[in-house]
Structure formats: C-alpha cells, structure tokens
C-alpha cells in the first residue's frame, strides 16, 4: 500500500445518516472497482489507531474524483469525519483488497448486499456500464427502509443503462418506513437464492455488508447448494 495526499472536495448525504465524502484524486492514483482504502485523518483528538479506517471505494476509475460513503455513528473517528470542510487535507493508503469481479464474462455474478455494503459494487456498476461489459449483473440490496439504500435511484438508473444489468432490492422492515414501497421484502434465505440460482445458474456470488448480514446470507448461500469455491464476501466491521 502506498499513501497518498488527498483532501475533501466535498460531502453529500446519500441516504438518512448517510454521507458520501468525494475526494480529491492524487495524481497516479490507480485502483480496481471493488478495492479499498484506508483514509486516515490528521484529527489530533484521535488516538493513533483510531484515524485510520477503512472504506470500499465508491467511484470508478474513470471518475474525475474518489469517492467514499459511511453510515454516520456516535464515534470518534466518524465525528472527526463529521467535521471535515471543503478543502482539508486529509491522507488514503491504498488501494487495497482483492474483492474484483471474476474476468470470465460468460459467468454472472450475484452481488449481495447489506445496508453500506453497496459501496463496492457501485464502483464495479458503474465502470460495467461505462465500458459496456458483457458480464450479465443481478444486484440484490438489502434494507431495512427506503430511506437506509444509498444511491437506489442510480441503481435504478444504471438498470435502464445497462441492459445486461438488473436489480433486486429488499426492504426487510417496512414496517418502520415512512416512504411507499411496492418491492421484495422478503430477507435473503435459501429459498431466495434459490430463486437466483434458476434465473442464473453458474453465478459467482460476492457479499458485502455488517458481519451478521455477511455470515447469514453465507448459511443461505450454503443452505442453497452454492459451491463455496463461487463465493466472495467481504465484511465492514463496526456495524
Ligand atoms: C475492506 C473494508 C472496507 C470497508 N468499507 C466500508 C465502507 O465502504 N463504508 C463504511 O461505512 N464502512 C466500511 N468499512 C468499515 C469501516 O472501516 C468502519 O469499521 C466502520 O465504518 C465503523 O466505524 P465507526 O467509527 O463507526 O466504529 P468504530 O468506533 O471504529 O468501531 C466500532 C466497533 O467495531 C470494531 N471495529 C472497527 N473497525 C474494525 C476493524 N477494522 N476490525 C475489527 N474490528 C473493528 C471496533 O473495535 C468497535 O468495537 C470497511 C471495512 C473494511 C475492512
């Protein structure tokens, strides 16, 4: 890994309690949809350790920008984060992670998201609709609420784009929802794969998300058959 300097262009809320932070790019800075960084902050309040965190990258490398995006919680780190303005300095290390998507377009993949685990896989939708790729994509993107799925109406919108591209989002707790929602609702269980696995066999899944939502669609995925040689999963402690 490599540091480079960076700094806040500026923050943009993507979901409730949501923020997108879109960085400056330094120069040289090169990276494959689906890795990370650590963005580490120069707040002198923070401990050592607790500066550094690390964050899917959002943006595609075609973009002019980096872009990253938290849930925002009652910690340290993320208050410092918080307090970041247009135009400070701040550091990332990387890009790290090996979290890319397989090179043999004639295998779909099924993207599994919980919650802030989008982040990755809007870098690897974005830079497959901008170089038209080949490789047949199903989203599945699990929420509690509408008002939890950041970038949903890209997402909606990469569908009309990109034709080989489809999306399958789920709200799992409409019941606290104050917005109207006619979708999936179902939770991510075996039968669910199931269902994934009759519209696009030989599929190679990756997962993202907080450590319970990653290791319960993991016993789905097992519970449905999956060969666990065509599984990826990726998880964001601290949810
Ligand atoms: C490869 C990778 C990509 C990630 N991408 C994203 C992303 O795109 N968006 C996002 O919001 N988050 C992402 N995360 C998680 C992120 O780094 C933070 O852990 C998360 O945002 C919680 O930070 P916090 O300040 O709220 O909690 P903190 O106060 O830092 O931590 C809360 C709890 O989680 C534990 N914890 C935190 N970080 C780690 C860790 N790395 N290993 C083990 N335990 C830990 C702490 O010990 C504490 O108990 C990613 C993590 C990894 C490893």
Redesign the pocket.
Known sequence: MSAHRSALLRKETVAEGTLALHLRKPVGFAFKPGQ?IDLVLGAPELAEA?RR??????SAPHESHVT????M?D????RA?AALAPGDALDMDGP??S?TLHNNVARPACLIAGG??I??FMSMLRHATAEKSAHRLLLIYSNRRPEDAAFLAELEDLTRRNDRFRLVATMTGMDTSKQPWSGETRRIDAPFIAGVLAEMPESIFYVVGPPAMVASVLSALEAAGVDGDYVRS??????
């Open positions: 990370a607790s965190h690390a964050f899917s990258i959002v990253i995006a938290t849930r919680r910690s340290a780190f993320k984060l790290f992670g979290l802030i685990g982040t990755p990726e998880e964001f402690p601290g949810y």
